[in-house]
């Protein structure tokens, strides 16, 4: 003991004097550890979780959000993914000289990655994706020898790999896809011993796939896919034996795929080479590894059969060989029945022959879609296809099947699309069919189909498509087809032999784009009723026996490009209304129509009017003139008509003054009308009044700036706060914004909905029109500022659980009331968080009519005002079936008021460049519902509740409470609101009973903790 004491104190000077030294190095380190992180949150433009606010306070930063220290009190790891920051990665971050791990991705980071980042000589983990970031990869990166793992995806970085990327010899990842890079794929990567995961996917890469990645020998996940490469794949990568993902997808390459491949990658889980020019036939060995579970080979140029072995792969789930050119029979569908985890089958588009085979209900009872059209598959529909009973999708188009439909179809009942056109199908159609009322499209046209159409098709209340035409059908046309509401795309009879008339009922089509009843034996007129069908593009009633006259209400179709009414026994003269659609075909021919031919619009374009046929037709006032007197007073109608000439020279010349004097009449008649039938409790304000109250536009008071102008505070003369929308009339579309938000508020009156106080048309000090619309201010600002944390409660507190249900009420009352209660039906066509309001009460009120329109208006002179053509709406909250062409409707609405209650309950908004490639808001709110609910709610709904109501109650309680009550029941009326089939949308009233009934059970609740 005395030994060890002696020792101790020997050493003791020794010791002190190394613990002195660490002392001195580790405290200026974390010193500067501390500023770097400082640095870092200066970068920071928008943090609206908060979740830096504890950084800088007078803890040790080691203590602070996301900071990981080691043992000496330094920072060894940084995580702040997923907190929706905004900013620049700060330069500074490389003095954080000791870091391991760097976790920022699914944030809003812009700019440049720095340069500096190459100085974390002991960085091992780099994850930035899911950001904004731009620019090139720095090269300096590749000084950070110690990486292991890299994930730069989902950006918009540009420029080339590093060349000098072999550098990084420890990194065992590196994912940089769904970026823009371009060049070549570098060969040093080759040099990369390590690596287990390449992922370059969805990029602009350009050359051959480098030989020297064969080298990659540890190599499990490689992705290529969706780029421009060529050439042929380099043998040496079929000898990665470790390779469990293996896809080059979507680009230019070449060659037949080794007969070998299955013995050479036996670890083989998915194989992806859809979209290229291979060639040559599918390996047998393919079939003989036996746990791969997808593969993806269509749209190629592969020959040859089927090779055997299929029904060993039981862990398949997806088989695709459609669009290539095999040859084989029916016994490939028998061979799959063995996968029992099959999802997905796709053989459609090649030269497979055979009878139809009875195995086939035999197929996984997991099947959801089976392509088997475009082949030669003959007999008759094997009964057996009703045990697929999930299959949501099935096409047999294009075969030689013969014999009837059989009644057992109608057990699928979770099908959408069902394909059978292009056949010899025979018989009647089944009155089953009427069961698959998940049905969205039914083509079952060319075929030879008798008998009637069923009364029953009119059960198939989602169909948004119906094909039935080149059959043999005949009868009349159920009336129930006519209430199919849900058609909005097409109608198509045409080609049979069904007859009897046209009822009025076919106006209960309002959102139908096309109807072709083309090649019938109707004989009825054309009902009036037609008009009310607003959407419609395409109308063909030609080679039938039609009579009466063309109605001149058909001109009210503003979206009518093709009308054919050839062909049938139309009389009576063409409507002049017609001259004013943007018609691209109207084929009047082979009728007995009569008097004068239009001269304007589309009648001006010889090349796509067609009228032939119709003798009684003139085509200039002089030659109807002449057709109303007989030859034998031929001298004396000479006579009268240069005297009715002469007078009808005069006419058309005060015709043209009345006409030019009127434009500039009616231009102000307008405003005049506008300003007349709008209820305010002020008159028509001038611009002297709105220029003074504003101080002259004064910017201090401007509080937005919109697509068409901008809008200001101000107080008017009589002490009432307004807000006033100036229109920028330099800017397309702003007149006719300002004449849509006259029209529609004019008739509205609700509370939560915007009040409309006066108008203001005018000129300003210097003689130049001048627009404005004068609102009620909304004090609180706009439901966006509030979901992003720019505008909070007196206390600091943002919306809580109870406001987000308030105003989803009150926002949804508004848009019922336009959609069902005000006369008529209108659509807003731009809901969204920025054109919600709130005043002083935190009551919510719709606002910004600029792009709404009347579908079905109070006064009829006033028909489908819009303010501007084209898409309607904002990116993000647009709804799918726009960008196909579909007109505004209510489910449109639905759908963007969907969306912006998804933003509410998460806090993001669906322009996160986080969700990136297939994500987005929908998608990933979907994704999670409903056994991960609670991790895509915003917690400050939560955690800024501080009702006295909930006094002395456990957190946990009040957490499940709003959680249960209101959050999670909220998620799932958004999500009905944004089906992506407009008619299996929740409507907007079904939408507001189910909030309201949330709201009771809610407050019953509250009395029970």
Known sequence: MRICVHLLLLFFPVLSTVLLLASCQTTPSKHKDRQALLDLKSFITNDSTGALSSWGNGSSACTWTGVLCNHGGTVSQLDLRGLNLVGRISPSISNLSVLHSLYLQDNHFVGNIPNELGMLGRLQTLNLSGNLLTGNIPSSFTNCTNLMTVDLSRNTISGHIPSSIHRLQRIQKLLIGKNQLNGSIPPSIGNLSRLSTLDVNTNNLTGKIPEVLGRLNYIQHLELSINNLKGLVPLQLYNLSTLAFFAFAKNDLSGEIPSDIGFRLPNLRVFHICF??????????????????????????????????????????MYNIGFNHIHDTTRIITDLTNCTKLQFIALDENLIEGPFPDSVGNLSSSLIKLYLGGNRINGQISPSIGSLTSLTLLNISYNNLSGSIPSEIGHLSELTVLGLSGNKLSGSLPVEIGRLTALTTLEINKNELVGRIPEELGLLQRVLSLDISSNKLHGDIPASLFALKSLSSVLNLSHNSLSGGLIDTIGQLENIISIDLSDNLLNSSIPLSIVQCRSLQTL?????????????????????????????????????????????????????????????????????????????????????????????????????????TSTAAISIIILIFVMFVSRRYLASENTRTIGSTIKVNHPLISYEELWRVTNNFDQRNLIGVGSFGSVYKAILHDGTPVAIKVLDLNKVGASKSWVAECETLRNLRHRNLIKLITICASVDFVGNEFRALVYELMDRGSLEDWIHQRKQHEDGAGLNAEDVLNIAIDAASGLEYMHSDCGGQVVHCDIKPSNVLLDGDMTAKVSDFGLARLLAPVQPEHQSISSIHGLKGSIGYIPPEYGYGSKPSTRGDVYSYGVMLLEMITGKSPLEQSFGGDMNLTKWVRDN??????????????????????????????????????????????????????????????????LKQMKVTFLRSQHHL
């Open 276 to 317: 290229n020019k291979f060639s040559g036939p599918i390996p047998s060995s393919l079939h003989n590894i036996t746990k791969i579970e997808s593969i993806r080979m269509s749209n190629n140029l592969l020959t040859s059969s089927v090779p055997p072995g299929l029904n060993g792969l039981h862990n398949l789930t």
């Open 929 to 994: 519902f409903p056994r991960r609910a609670d991790e895509v709610i915003d917690k400050r709904l939560i955690s800024t509740r501080a009702d006295a109501c909930f006094e002395g109650v456990q957190d946990s309680s009040i957490e499940q409470l709003l959680l249960n009550c209101l959050l999670i029941p909220m998620l799932e009326v958004a999500l009905s609101c944004v089906v992506e089939s407009p008619d299996e949308r929740s409507s907007m009233h079904d939408s507001l009973v189910r």
């Open 540 to 644: 063909s009633l030609s080679r039938n026996a039609m009579s009466g006259v063309i109605p001149d209400s058909i001109g009210n179709l503003r979206g009518l490009q093709i009308l054919d009414l050839s062909s049938n026994k139309l009389t009576g003269s063409i409507p002049g209304s017609l001259a004013k659609l943007p018609l691209q075909l109207l084929n009047l021919s082979m009728n007995d129509l009569s008097g004068l031919v239009p001269s304007n619009g589309i009648f001006e374009n010889h090349s796509v009017v067609f009228l032939d046929g119709n003798p009684k037709l003139c085509y200039s006032s002089l030659a109807c003139y002449h057709s109303q007197y007989s030859s034998h007073r031929r001298k004396v109608r000479i006579v009268s008509v240069v005297a009715a």
